[in-house]
Every structure is written in structure tokens, then in C-alpha cells.
């Protein structure tokens, strides 16, 4: 159902992404991993047109969506919806609002100037929150919300658009452990029960481990693991956070030198 084929992103002279290839060949929950820098939002901005590939194509139900322009670019805009770390909610509006928001794409610009929506639209967006557990703050504006119940607003809002696929951007990466568990049973959840590919970057090991049926590793850009969690062992975490042979001198100065791999390493190494 998708295919992505030598995805390449260039910003001058660095490659932010390089010849990435996949494919999605059922629906399927997918984790991205990688360190800092690594190409993952490029990569998700990519497939959703957000920013345009310097080559590659990406194949959906047979088409190529990065040739996609005007209402055809936007109609992929909505099948493949994006969430992101910092929710991108409209602050002051109320949260049925927001949620409506996601209807943007097929709606009318002066409908969506006056706010007109039609009831069977407010409708779904009330059991959209309700199925999400935050039917109860449905009235309230987003910023009156916890960064859980904003992030669980902005799937609300994704799935308002019905979209066959789900992109996000590190969904969890400004949350508590508690929130960044509820949201990502959510999103486990929309899967499971909608079948929607859900495409995640995730900032731990753990996490990808834990919900997704499949793993990709990303350095520099590259492609350089693509499997299942168990197959996601402590020698192929190395070679994702590029610790590699660093790793090996002594734990203090590659704790100093990295200590955002090393944390991700130790949290492998105690997991496998
Ligand atoms: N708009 C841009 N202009 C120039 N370079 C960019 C732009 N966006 C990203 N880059 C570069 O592309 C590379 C990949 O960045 P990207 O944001 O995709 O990484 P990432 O894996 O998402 O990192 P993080 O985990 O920090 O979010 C980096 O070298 C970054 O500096
Ligand atoms: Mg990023």
C-alpha cells in the first residue's frame, strides 16, 4: 500500500536524507529511531508534503503523492494526517474547534472563516474526544488543557480528517511518563482497531520497542535497520545511535561525550 523509494532530502550541501527506502505492505504500527540529526522529521515532513523530496518517489494505492498539486496534494494531505511534539493546537480556541479543524482540508474557505460546520460533523467530532477519554473537556480552550489531554486533542483532530495513515513527529517527547503512556495507547489503539498505518519518531528505544510491530534505525540520514523489536538487539542499537566503537574505550568518557546515547544504549542493554 505504500512504498518509498530513495526518499533524498538535500539542504545545500548536507543530506538530511538519504535514498530511504521502505515498504508498507499492510497496515502496521512503525517507530523511527536515531539520534539528533538523524533525518527523522525531514523523512515525515517528506512523505507528507509539509517540505518537497530532492528525489525519490513515494507510492500510495499505486501513485507517486510527491508529483500530487493543488486539491490532489491536499486530498494525500488528509488521507496521511500529522501530529506533532508540540500538538500545534490554536491555543484559545476551544477543543471541539480544534478538533473541527481537521476538516479543513475538504471544507470551504468562507465556511471556515465564519466557522460554519455541519452538525453531523460536530457529531463525530464529540466521539472522536469521547473516544479518547476528553469528551468531558470538549468546551474548554486547548491551552487550559495538560500537555496528554492537548496531544490526545491533536489525534482527535487527525482523525477528524478519517486519514489512512498517521504521521508523528515525536508525539510524546514533551510529556510525562504517564501522559506519553495514554498517548501512546492511543495511537496503539487507533491501529489496532481502525487498521490505520500509524508512523511514529520516537526519542527512545523503549517506547518503540514496546508499541510498534516494526522498527526502523536512521544515521545520518540513512537507512540502517529495518525490523521487528526483537530483532532490535543491543549491537544493532549501537549501530543506530552511532556510539559504535566509542562504546567500547571506557562507559565515563563516552557518557561525557554522549550522554544522550549512552542513556539509550544502557536502557537496550537492560531490556534485552
Ligand atoms: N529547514 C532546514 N534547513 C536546513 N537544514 C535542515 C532543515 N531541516 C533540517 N535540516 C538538517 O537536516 C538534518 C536532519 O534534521 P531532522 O530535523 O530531520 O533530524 P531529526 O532526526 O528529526 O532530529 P531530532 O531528533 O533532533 O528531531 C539535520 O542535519 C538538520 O540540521
Ligand atoms: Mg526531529
Known amino acids: 500500500m505504500l512504498t518509498v523509494e530513495h526518499l533524498t532530502k538535500r539542504f545545500g550541501a548536507n543530506t538530511a536524507v538519504d535514498r530511504a527506502s521502505f515498504t508498507v ?12 540529526g538523524a533525518g527523522k522529521s525531514t523523512f515525515l515532513r517528506m512523505m507528507n508534503r509539509l517540505t518537497d523530496a530532492t528525489e525519490g518517489r513515494l507510492l500510495f494505492e499505486g501513485r507517486d503523492v510527491l508529483q500530487l498539486k493543488g486539491a490532489e496534494k491536499r486530498g494525500w494531505q488528509s488521507d496521511c494526517a ?16 480544534n478538533v473541527l479543524h481537521g476538516t479543513l482540508a475538504r471544507r470551504g474557505t468562507l465556511a471556515t472563516m465564519f466557522n460554519l ?6 457529531h463525530r467530532a464529540i466521539d472522536i474526544l469521547e473516544r479518547l477519554g476528553i469528551a468531558a473537556h470538549a468546551a474548554k ?4 488543557l495538560s500537555g496528554g489531554q492537548q496531544q490526545r486533542v ?4 487527525a482523525l477528524m480528517q478519517d486519514p489512512k495513515v498517521i504521521l508523528a513527529d515525536e508525539p510524546i517527547a514533551s510529556l510525562d511518563p504517564m501522559n506519553a503512556q495514554l498517548v501512546m495507547d492511543s495511537l496503539r489503539r487507533i491501529h489496532d482497531e481502525d487498521g490505520r498505518t500509524v508512523i511514529a519518531n520516537l526519542h527512545t528505544l523503549d517506547t518503540a520497542r514496546r508499541y510498534c510491530d516494526r522498527v526502523i534505525g ?19 542499537a549501537r549501530d543506530i545511535y552511532g ?6 574505550e ?5 557518557e561525557i561525550r554522549d550522554p544522550v546515547a549512552t542513556a539509550i544504549i544502557r536502557a537496550a542493554e537492560v531490556a534485552v
Open 117 to 122: 460546520y455541519p452538525r453531523e460533523d460536530i
Open 82 to 97: 500529522m501530529i506533532f511534539q508540540q500538538f500545534n493546537l490554536v491555543p484559545r480556541m476551544d477543543v471541539v474547534s
Open 243 to 248: 556510539a559504535g566503537a566509542d562504546f567500547s
Open 141 to 144: 480552550r486547548a491551552e487550559a
Open 25 to 36: 505492505d499492510r497496515p502496521m504500527m512503525i517507530g523511527i529511531i536515531g539520534r539528533s
Open 250 to 254: 571506557n562507559a565515563t568518557s563516552t
Open 154 to 157: 491533536a489525534i482527535a483532530r
Open 218 to 236: 536512521m544515521r545520518d540520514g540513512r537507512i540502517v535497520f529495518d525490523g521487528t523489536p526483537a530483532q532490535l538487539t543491543t549491537g544493532v
